[in-house]
């Protein structure tokens, strides 16, 4: 058994086996230059990437876009009080009510195209002016219905005054 012993022993120490005290690492003395040499600097996390910024809305855009919404709101009072003559296909359509104005299209058409939320709000009596217009009834447009023409024309002359609006042949005269 002895024999069985020693080799074992023999074979734990060659192995070598672990042992219970804990290893520790020898200190520098305090003046060498491992001591004071700083500590190395943690792996910097990545930056997450910069998020390009969004580019700039375009204010003319910006400024035709709310003029055509507000369009689209008062489209059914034109429609309403104005079509009649002021479309080709309308009932009393004639060439010089749609020289003044027409609206097949958006923005409409006609000799008043320049300064047309201008000579709307005067011919419905918005300015102040007394209404002339619709034609058959002046003044009858009323209440919401006139504000939604108004609400267009503020939309236009904001758009007009902020340079969204191309210059037409009928700006040059």
């Known amino acids: 058994m002895t024999l069985t ?3 074992l022993a023999a074979a734990l120490a060659a192995c070598g086996s672990k042992s219970s005290t804990p290893k520790t690492t020898p200190t520098e003395p305090a003046g060498s230059a ?39 709101t008062a489209k059914p009072v034109f ?17 010089k009510k749609l020289d003044h104005f027409a609206m097949d299209t958006y923005p409409p058409g006609g000799h008043h195209t320049a300064t047309i939320g201008f000579t709307i709000r005067d011919v419905l009596g918005i300015s102040g002016k007394k209404a002339t217009m619709p034609f058959d009834k002046p ?5 919401d219905e006139l504000a939604a023409i108004k609400a267009w024309t503020d939309a236009w002359e904001a ?8 210059e037409s042949k009928d700006n040059k005269e």
């Open 34 to 72: 491992s001591a004071e040499a700083p500590k190395p600097a943690e792996p910097a996390t990545p930056a997450e990437p910069a998020t390009p910024a969004e580019p700039k809305p375009d204010p003319k855009a910006q400024l035709l876009a709310a003029e055509t919404a507000a369009w689209d």
């Open 79 to 95: 429609t309403k009080y104005c079509a009649t003559c002021h479309t080709k296909d309308g009932k009393k359509a004639a060439k």
């Open 139 to 143: 003044g009858s447009i009323k209440g």
């Open 5 to 7: 012993r020693l080799l």
């Open 159 to 166: 758009a007009e005054k902020g340079g969204a609006h191309p």
